[in-house]
């Protein structure tokens, strides 16, 4: 083993001292001036254009982009060395421009958008009109037009270095194949090692493509605009198939489906303003909280005891977490199974609840002070049929208001009483606002931000001299799960704040006040066993022999991932708690109800029609009931009522059920079933 690693060892050294000899480096340069020109100049545009689009110090120091932007540029200008003499150039120009291109439109995308442009778009109409303003009020920046220094840098060397461009005579055909093969290996290997870099969760976002800075910031310009391509093409190629079959399946399943009767709640709100919390992260784990005698969540205690609260309300989001929130929320319809509705389906017709109030006279907007391309809500919450998007251009957004991942909620509300004020002025109609919150966000590490909230165990002990002192047992602090509710104690202060300005500024009178959690935290299971079972006399947690050990398996997880849903109104017009399992499908059946809306889409129920026998699907084909919740993954359920036994049938009627839902609800998405326009182009 030793001697051939020695053997090795010689004849890489032999090699060098031959290439050395040779000049081999000195050759290399000289006869591949314009390769590297373009090699370098291409890279040089792809950093450039990182620095000037998100210029922070993680950006400068990352070295990620540059070994994905060298590698993607590397392997696309090798085939070059496997085209005939005298088209080399001219391949090498149109890659280069092809990626200064890429830079080009991105520079401009990102100074109208605040973010990098995606082919998706393209389809579009709405949106070229926008950019076309934007290329025209940008045209002139240098910013911009640097990228072009490329493409003509490469010509003059070109025509500078024609001669050298082309090989020794003779063994052109030779040098030129191994040339090829080299410069492909050394991109293989940068890619490799780029590759073996990443983390689960860059990965993960990649795949996605939602967050496109993120992307950027660590993937480079050229790797994200070729997996945009992919992704974009995606649900196009899904959609070929199987519309047919589809439309039957939905045709059938809807002719099934009964409408509901009318019940107490109908028509209650008809023609009152609506204002929707999207609550970031809220668990239903944090309400009626308190440590040390103090309520993590007092605003939404005093909401859930004054308004209708339902408490076995579940979120069904997948990978599109806040987005497929919003979608279901809006739609009563399942998240996609492939990509997400909010990225790849944003131009699909969905009957939402924004669009039913438009048909009633409201004017309906959004509010998030995020960037408006986060989730492609720029382009979805128009499909969604919002009347305006307030996003974060709206916002004046400071280092000093910033909270985590961006403008805090505290800010948020105040500068969006202020649009609110404005719209119900010009307006003069009732409105639907959605308003998206941020800061209860994982990772919830801003704690000095959050304000004080101790979430530890405070005694206090009588000393043998008979003073007092106080002890501190560390109980939550330092977990996640604590920091988590410091966060959500200080999104639940700045909803107080933002329902005291409501009212203040008359905005409660005849509005109907509903908050929902969009999905749960993805706290550690490890975090919710301490909280159950924390021993404070030895700072430990309890044993599982301990005779007052909680048990706490995946199933008591899955039922902690509980969110709220609230609806309040300021004279109390409804109040109580509705038990009955219910998840994000069924609001828009059961809220539609109290304002006369019905979607005869609609996959969910309206609660108060449907009450003990609601089924709540999750997207990984799991269900929960009243009675049972099922992980069908495994093939197993954990009962919800004690010493019930539950029968064969009742698992798999419900199984089947969930399954059938989810086929009809992502093929109304992909195949755009609820398209009447093409539903008569189809006739024709
Ligand atoms: C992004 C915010 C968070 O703007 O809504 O999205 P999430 O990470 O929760 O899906
Ligand atoms: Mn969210």
Same mark, same amino acid.
């Given at each position: 083993?030793?001697?051939?690693i020695k053997n090795?060892e010689e004849?890489?050294?032999k090699k060098?001292k031959?290439?050395?000899?040779?000049?081999?480096f000195?050759?290399?340069v000289?006869?591949?001036?314009v390769?590297l020109?373009y090699?370098g100049t291409?890279?040089?545009n792809a950093?450039l254009l990182?620095?000037?689009?998100?210029p922070?110090?993680?950006n400068?120091? &990352?070295?990620?982009p540059?070994l994905?932007?060298?590698?993607?540029v590397?392997?696309l200008g &090798?085939f070059?060395y496997?085209?005939?003499?005298?088209?080399r150039f001219y391949y090498?120009l149109g890659?280069?421009i092809?990626f200064?291109f890429?830079?080009?439109?991105?520079?401009?995308?990102?100074t109208?958008?605040?973010s990098f442009?995606?082919? %998706?778009?393209l389809s579009?109409?709405q949106?070229?009109?926008?950019?076309?303003d934007a290329v025209?009020e940008?045209v002139l $920046?240098?910013?911009?037009l640097?990228?072009?220094?490329?493409p003509i840098?490469?010509?003059?060397?070109y025509?500078?270095?024609?001669?050298k461009?082309h090989?020794?005579k003779?063994e052109?055909?030779k040098?030129e194949?191994?040339?090829?093969?080299?410069?492909?290996t050394?991109?293989a290997?940068i890619?490799l090692?780029f590759?073996?870099s990443?983390? %689960?969760?860059?990965?993960?976002?990649?795949i996605? $493509?939602?967050?496109r800075e993120y992307?950027v910031?660590r993937?480079?310009i050229?790797l994200?605009?070729?997996?945009d391509?992919f992704?974009s093409l995606q649900p196009?190629?899904?959609?070929i198939?199987?519309?047919?079959?589809?439309?039957?399946?939905?045709?059938?399943?809807f002719? !099934?489906k009964?409408?509901?009767?009318?019940? !107490?709640y %109908?028509?209650?709100?008809?023609g009152?303003n609506?204002?929707?919390?999207?609550?970031e992260?809220? /668990?239903?784990?944090?309400l009626?909280?308190?440590f040390?005698? /103090?309520?993590?969540?007092?605003?939404?205690?005093r909401?859930?005891?004054?308004?209708l609260?339902?408490?076995?309300?579940?979120s069904e989001?997948?990978v599109?977490t &806040?987005?497929d929130?919003?979608?279901?929320f809006?739609?009563?319809?399942m998240?996609t199974?492939s990509g997400?509705?909010?990225? @790849?389906?944003?131009d699909?017709?969905?009957? %939402?609840l924004?669009k039913?109030?438009?048909?009633k006279?409201?004017?309906?907007?959004?509010m998030?002070a995020n960037n408006?391309?986060f989730w492609?809500r720029?382009?979805?919450?128009?499909?969604?049929?919002?009347?305006k998007?307030?996003s974060?251009?709206?916002?004046?957004?400071? /280092?000093?208001?910033?909270?985590?991942?961006?403008?805090?909620?505290?800010a948020f509300?105040?500068q969006s009483i202020?649009?609110i004020k404005?719209?119900?002025?010009?307006?003069?109609?009732?409105?639907?606002?959605?308003?998206i @919150?941020?800061?209860n966000?994982?990772?919830f590490?801003?704690?000095?931000?959050?304000?004080?909230?101790?979430?530890d165990i405070?005694?206090?002990?009588?000393k043998?001299d008979?003073?007092?002192e !106080?002890?501190s047992?560390?109980?939550m602090e330092?977990t996640?799960l604590?920091?988590?509710?410091?966060?959500?104690?200080y999104a639940?202060?700045a909803?107080?704040?933002f329902?005291q &300005?409501l009212?203040?500024n008359?905005?409660?009178e005849?509005?109907v006040?509903?908050l929902?959690g969009d999905?749960?935290?993805?706290l550690?299971?490890?975090?919710f066993i301490?909280?159950?079972?924390?021993?404070a006399?030895?700072?430990?947690v309890?044993?599982?022999e301990?005779?007052?050990y909680?048990?706490y398996?995946?199933?008591?997880y899955e039922l902690?991932r509980k969110?709220?849903l609230?609806?309040?109104?300021?004279?109390?017009?409804?109040t109580?708690?509705?038990?009955?399992?219910m998840?994000?499908i069924?609001?828009?059946?059961?809220l539609g109800?109290?304002f006369?809306?019905y979607?005869?889409?609609?996959l969910?129920?309206?609660?108060?029609?449907i009450k003990e026998n609601n089924?709540?699907?999750?997207?990984?084909g799991?269900w929960?009931t009243n009675k049972v919740?099922?992980?069908?993954q495994k093939g197993?359920?954990?009962?919800?009522?004690?010493?019930?036994?539950i029968g064969?049938d009742?698992?798999e009627?419900n199984s $089947?059920y969930a399954?059938?839902?989810?086929?009809?609800?992502?093929?109304?998405i992909?195949?755009?079933?609820?398209?009447k326009e093409k539903?008569?182009?189809?006739?024709k």
């Amino acid at each position: 083993m030793k001697k051939k690693i020695k053997n090795w060892e010689e004849k890489l050294i032999k090699k060098l001292k031959k290439a050395k000899e040779e000049k081999w480096f000195k050759n290399y340069v000289k006869e591949n001036v314009v390769f590297l020109t373009y090699v370098g100049t291409c890279l040089l545009n792809a950093i450039l254009l990182r620095f000037f689009t998100m210029p922070t110090l993680e950006n400068y120091l &990352s070295f990620k982009p540059i070994l994905a932007d060298l590698g993607i540029v590397l392997l696309l200008g &090798s085939f070059s060395y496997l085209i005939k003499k005298k088209n080399r150039f001219y391949y090498l120009l149109g890659m280069e421009i092809l990626f200064t291109f890429i830079c080009v439109v991105n520079s401009i995308y990102y100074t109208f958008y605040t973010s990098f442009a995606s082919a %998706s778009m393209l389809s579009l109409a709405q949106f070229i009109a926008p950019v076309g303003d934007a290329v025209v009020e940008n045209v002139l $920046q240098l910013k911009d037009l640097v990228y072009i220094i490329g493409p003509i840098l490469l010509i003059v060397v070109y025509v500078h270095e024609k001669k050298k461009f082309h090989l020794r005579k003779g063994e052109e055909k030779k040098i030129e194949k191994k040339r090829c093969f080299h410069t492909l290996t050394l991109s293989a290997l940068i890619l490799l090692a780029f590759t073996i870099s990443l983390s %689960s969760l860059e990965v993960g976002r990649f795949i996605k $493509q939602w967050n496109r800075e993120y992307i950027v910031m660590r993937f480079g310009i050229y790797l994200y605009q070729f997996n945009d391509i992919f992704v974009s093409l995606q649900p196009k190629v899904n959609s070929i198939f199987g519309y047919d079959q589809a439309k039957k399946n939905f045709e059938e399943y809807f002719k !099934e489906k009964e409408k509901p009767k009318e019940n !107490e709640y %109908s028509n209650i709100f008809e023609g009152k303003n609506v204002i929707v919390i999207h609550g970031e992260s809220i /668990q239903d784990i944090a309400l009626n909280r308190t440590f040390n005698g /103090q309520e993590v969540t007092p605003t939404l205690n005093r909401l859930v005891k004054e308004g209708l609260f339902f408490s076995n309300y579940y979120s069904e989001v997948s990978v599109g977490t &806040s987005s497929d929130t919003e979608l279901t929320f809006n739609t009563s319809l399942m998240p996609t199974k492939s990509g997400t509705a909010f990225v @790849s389906y944003f131009d699909r017709t969905y009957q %939402s609840l924004p669009k039913y109030f438009k048909e009633k006279g409201y004017y309906t907007f959004s509010m998030h002070a995020n960037n408006a391309d986060f989730w492609n809500r720029r382009a979805m919450h128009k499909s969604l049929g919002y009347d305006k998007f307030y996003s974060k251009e709206t916002y004046e957004v400071t /280092q000093e208001n910033t909270i985590g991942l961006g403008l805090s909620d505290k800010a948020f509300y105040e500068q969006s009483i202020e649009k609110i004020k404005k719209i119900k002025e010009k307006e003069g109609t009732p409105f639907y606002g959605l308003l998206i @919150s941020l800061t209860n966000h994982t990772p919830f590490s801003d704690v000095e931000k959050y304000g004080p909230f101790d979430v530890d165990i405070k005694e206090t002990i009588t000393k043998e001299d008979g003073t007092t002192e !106080e002890i501190s047992h560390p109980y939550m602090e330092g977990t996640k799960l604590g920091n988590y509710f410091k966060s959500v104690h200080y999104a639940d202060a700045a909803l107080g704040e933002f329902l005291q &300005s409501l009212d203040e500024n008359g905005l409660l009178e005849n509005t109907v006040f509903i908050l929902y959690g969009d999905h749960d935290a993805r706290l550690p299971k490890n975090d919710f066993i301490r909280l159950y079972n924390y021993d404070a006399t030895t700072d430990r947690v309890k044993s599982e022999e301990d005779p007052t050990y909680r048990e706490y398996n995946s199933y008591h997880y899955e039922l902690d991932r509980k969110v709220p849903l609230i609806i309040w109104t300021k004279d109390h017009q409804i109040t109580g708690t509705v038990e009955n399992t219910m998840g994000m499908i069924d609001a828009m059946p059961t809220l539609g109800n109290m304002f006369g809306i019905y979607n005869p889409n609609a996959l969910g129920h309206d609660i108060f029609d449907i009450k003990e026998n609601n089924v709540v699907v999750f997207p990984n084909g799991n269900w929960v009931t009243n009675k049972v919740y099922y992980n069908s993954q495994k093939g197993e359920y954990m009962s919800l009522k004690d010493g019930e036994v539950i029968g064969e049938d009742y698992i798999e009627k419900n199984s $089947q059920y969930a399954e059938h839902l989810l086929d009809v609800s992502n093929d109304i998405i992909v195949f755009d079933l609820l398209n009447k326009e093409k539903e008569k182009e189809e006739k024709k």
